[in-house]
């Protein structure tokens, strides 16, 4: 079915949605209201069970008690109880066991369809279009007609989880938004959903497939969405959330159970680095154990990857399901428990036991079983060293392997062999080109500094063959200019330190000495290195000791964070680091090898290169920087001291397949410029001043500046991460003060959007990516710091530096700052001026806030006739677990009932500001 009008209202979607449905096997049926959902439910029950059953449906006190087992539990308890059987005492106080979904035979489940399902809760809600499956909502689709983004129905759902979702409706494991053309899915969550967490469905080429239709017809076939629902799901036990995998992860998992089940054969994936390989590959391993001719799936690792936060994603698919010790007879102890049939260990282990003499016997039982090793980035040269050994041992095992980067001939191992020799065929490929086309990961953003010239060559020394000696590279002059030019364009890289940095250096050698130039720079930034040392290195007589020169590095660690690392036990130094770079509370980590494999931070945005890369370990370096994290942070940053242009030009091309670095590598700072002016000019069409904004006629003339605004203000954020960037009004064709009063004007809309919570607005699902304008170094913090230091008695200072606090605070753009603007603002013209050298900034300030946070308290325990100290103990309870005690709120207010919903919702909101502002 193809959906013709280019004008489609929601309704015409919904309507040609719902026949496409039901001409694939879905029943249409009627289900307005919850009422309707829990009595078709139990048709469904009754249908489902009808053995167990034994010819007597369920009564209306057995039909009760169920929904009193499976109701009111959050969606991450739905999910298990959906996938486990249910028990219930039936009237005659037999036992009866019921099954929600059939998880191994689908032609025992009934698929169905329905629309506009009314649902009460804080507000009324109507949904689009629900699946249901045994007649309970595990699919819900919300669609926009066509010409209006399909964010705006992920905010729409964003909105129903606040308001409406409970019941049977948090058993929904699957959204879909679509907008008709364009369309995505994602995982339901107790959780906030984040928009980097929507995934275009594709085939399994990575061709995308968007268009509603097409999307029905493919993702949401029943087989297909049944297969999602119970193979491609995973209920994170740690976090207590669930998570979808995306097409590319289920189709390789696919080709994966193929190759091994129908084949003797091994194989390899090519999935890009930072494409959630480790979750493909412990899907597979944990279908692969489901099969009875397969003994033992062994998940190797390296062990210098097997970190803490590799152990926290495993334990997240499977509780305790990683043994990190360095006992070799743990593994052999899992070898012999025949119940354990999925082992995760590391290829330093499973080399030991294989040639141990004293594990023999165990070992012998694998012997000529079939056993499957799923090997963790397979490209790495310890595999290849072990390849013989293993096979050797176990003489009917299959190899699966996973890589972000194969060798391939231009970048074979130094023994000469490919990927390919030692795994044979390529069983799927996602490459980096296509996880930035579908924004799963971000793209590089590459400058080339010149460091080194000689006036006899009269051009960059590094592009000469045979100069680039080490004495050039490690002069001090060197190193200091370096550093001095990364300490004064970091703040513009980081986004003002709300990201981190990493610098990828030759040697040791080098990474003391950029740690002390840094040292001697008096930078502000905080700043350590890490690395292996040897025990018994060589070295200079004038040159300190790596480990004596890591253990200063430590000691200078320990000051600033009030730790007690020391080179006897760098492990817990290096885990230290790791969790600290991830919180970014380190601002630059220098590295030579350590960290630029494997190391996943979605706070680390900038790679600063003063080393030789190429091929599998240039691409391995970059990637550190290109997790998605936020709209702030829109590609990775890299910038090279070393002239690795054609290095850069010839991996990339190399893993991208392709001889176009176009979609990898992102566009220089003068072409971001030129963007900048036609956008500019574009906004500058819908409002010529700022306030002319105010004069705009109408919602849609709002929305349209609201959307030129937005990719301005995009583009500005790239280009404010160049070296280049300067706001010059000349070269942007804005001044920086105009641009903020714009911003002024853009909150407005934002704030307005949001403040009627009952006003229907096109403006209402608009995604304003208000996080793309916030300033983040504006906090209390900041402000209070303007105020301390100055000298009172100079009335001029003071006036100077309370205006100077005014202006930020008004300026300020984060969510936090604007609840606070209003009472920073009271402090600052009516306290600040009467402080004197004596007082204490810090302490005046809290007592203003405590003084004024009480006068609200007492002012709303008035309005909803709650005593203070119940509104104040009902807050305690919201900040300590983040969760509002409805249900004490609920009783704590008497009044008739619709007077008494309006101060329940009035107090919750009260609450909920209150903590964020006084927090």
Not at 424 to 433: E, F
Not at 617 to 628: C, E, F, K, M, P
Not at 885 to 901: H, S
Request: overall charge neutral; hydrophobic content about 35%.
């Amino acid at each position: 079915m193809v959906y013709q009008s280019q004008t489609q209202s929601e309704a015409q979607l919904e309507k040609e949605m719902i026949e496409q449905l039901a001409q694939m096997g879905y029943e249409k049926v009627q289900i307005p209201s919850i009422k309707k959902l829990q009595e078709n439910f139990r048709v469904q029950m009754n249908r489902l069970n009808k053995e167990n059953l034994k010819g007597t449906n369920l009564s209306d006190k057995e039909f009760e008690r169920l929904l009193l087992t499976i109701e009111g539990k959050s969606v991450y308890e739905s999910a298990k109880l959906l996938r486990d059987k249910q028990t219930i005492a039936r009237d005659d106080d037999s036992t009866l066991y019921l099954q929600l979904m059939d998880t191994q035979n689908y032609s025992n489940n009934h698929l169905q369809v329905t629309h506009q399902t009314t649902v009460v809760g804080r507000y009324t809600n109507r949904y689009d279009v629900t699946l249901l499956v045994n007649g309970l909502p595990l699919v819900q689709i919300e669609l926009k007609k066509r010409g209006l983004h399909f964010v705006e129905s992920f905010n729409q759902i964003m909105r129903y989880r606040k308001d409406s979702y409970g019941g049977l409706f948090n058993f929904l494991q699957v959204f879909v938004a679509s907008n008709g053309v364009d369309s995505k899915y994602f995982a339901n969550s107790d959780r906030e959903p984040m928009k980097s967490l929507m995934f275009f469905w594709s085939d399994d080429a990575n061709k995308r497939i968007t268009k509603l239709d097409a999307f029905t017809a493919s993702f949401l076939q029943p087989q297909t969405i049944q297969n999602v629902i119970t193979k491609y799901m995973v209920i994170n036990d740690t976090d207590k959330h669930l998570m979808v995998m995306r097409p590319y992860q289920i189709f390789a998992v696919e080709r994966i159970l193929k190759q091994v089940i129908h084949s003797n054969d091994n194989g390899y994936v090519w999935h890009t680095t930072g494409s959630g390989k480790t979750l493909t590959s412990f899907k597979a391993s944990e279908l692969l154990t489901q099969e009875q001719d397969i003994k033992k799936v062994i998940f190797l690792v390296d062990r210098v990857d097997l970190d803490d936060q590799t152990m926290k994603e495993f334990n997240k698919f499977q509780e305790g399901s990683v043994d990190r010790t360095t006992k070799t007879s743990v593994l052999v102890e899992q070898l012999k428990n025949t119940q354990q049939k999925l082992i995760i260990t590391t290829i330093q282990k499973m080399a030991y036991a294989v040639k141990n003499e004293r594990y023999k016997d165990i070992m012998a039982l694998y012997e000529n079983e079939k056993v499957v090793f799923v090997i963790d980035e397979c490209h790495r040269s310890q595999f290849g060293d072990m390849n013989l050994l293993i096979k050797k041992h176990f003489k009917k095992a299959q190899y699966i392997g996973f890589t972000g980067t194969p060798l391939f001939v231009a970048n074979k191992s130094q023994d000469g062999r490919t990927t390919s020799d030692l795994f044979q065929d390529c069983l799927h490929s996602y490459l980096i080109k296509d996880a930035i086309h579908d924004g799963n990961v971000l793209g590089f953003s590459v400058e080339y500094i010149s460091t080194i010239k000689e006036k006899e060559l009269g051009d960059n020394v590094t592009k000469v063959p045979g100069i680039d000696r080490q004495e050039l590279w490690l002069a001090d002059e060197r190193i200091g200019m370096i550093a001095g030019h990364i300490a004064s364009i970091h703040h513009n890289k980081t986004h003002n330190k709300k990201y981190t940095g990493m610098l990828a250096v030759e040697s040791i050698p080098a990474a003391i000495k950029y740690y002390d130039a840094f040292k001697k720079l008096d930078t502000g930034l905080k700043i350590t290195t890490i690395y292996s040392y040897g025990t018994n290195e060589d070295s200079e007589d004038s040159q300190e000791h790596s480990r004596h020169a890591l253990e200063r590095v430590m000691g200078d660690f320990n000051k600033e964070y009030g730790t007690n690392h020391s080179t006897d036990n760098t492990s817990s130094y290096f885990a230290d680091v790791s969790k600290k770079v991830k919180a970014a509370q380190i601002d630059l980590l220098i590295v030579v090898n350590m960290f630029l494999t494997g190391f996943d931070a979605k706070t680390l945005s900038t790679l600063y290169v003063d080393r030789p890369l190429q091929y599998h370990g240039l691409i391995q370096a970059y990637s550190r920087t290109n997790r998605v994290e936020g709209p702030k942070k829109m590609y990775g940053n890299i910038v090279c001291y070393r002239n690795l242009k054609d290095k850069t030009d010839e991996a990339v091309r190399l893993f991208s397949q392709t001889g176009d670095t176009g979609t990898v590598l992102m566009k220089e700072y003068n072409e971001y410029l030129a963007d900048f002016k036609d956008q500019l000019d574009e906004m500058l069409d819908i409002a010529i001043i700022p306030d002319a904004v105010d004069e705009l006629v109408g919602e849609t003339a709002e929305k349209e500046f609201t959307l030129s605004f937005r990719e301005l203000t995009r583009t500005l954020m790239k280009l404010k991460t160049f070296i280049e960037f300067d706001f010059n009004p000349a070269d942007m064709g804005i001044s920086e003060q105009t641009y903020k009063d714009f911003r002024s004007k853009y909150l407005r809309l934002y704030e307005n959007s949001k403040s009627d919570k009952l006003l229907v607005s096109v403006l209402k699902d608009v995604d304003f990516e208000i996080e793309l304008i916030q300033t983040d170094r504006i906090n209390v913090d900041y402000i209070l710091e303007l105020l301390r230091n100055i000298n009172y008695e100079n009335k001029q200072e003071r006036d100077t530096a309370v205006r100077r606090a005014i202006k930020e605070v008004n300026e300020a753009s984060s969510d936090d700052m604007r609840l606070k603007r209003e009472l920073l603002l009271e402090f600052l013209k009516g306290v600040a001026p009467t402080l004197t050298n004596n007082d204490s900034v810090d302490q005046k300030y809290r007592d203003f806030e405590s003084e004024r946070r009480k006068r609200e308290i007492q002012a709303m325990s008035v309005k909803v006739q709650v005593a203070e100290e119940k509104l104040e103990y009902f807050m305690k309870e919201y900040e300590f677990s983040g969760v509002s005690p409805d249900q004490e709120i609920n009783d704590a207010i008497k009044a008739p009932f619709k007077e008494k919903r309006k101060r329940v919702q009035a107090l919750k909101d009260f609450i909920y500001d209150n903590v964020r502002k006084y927090s």
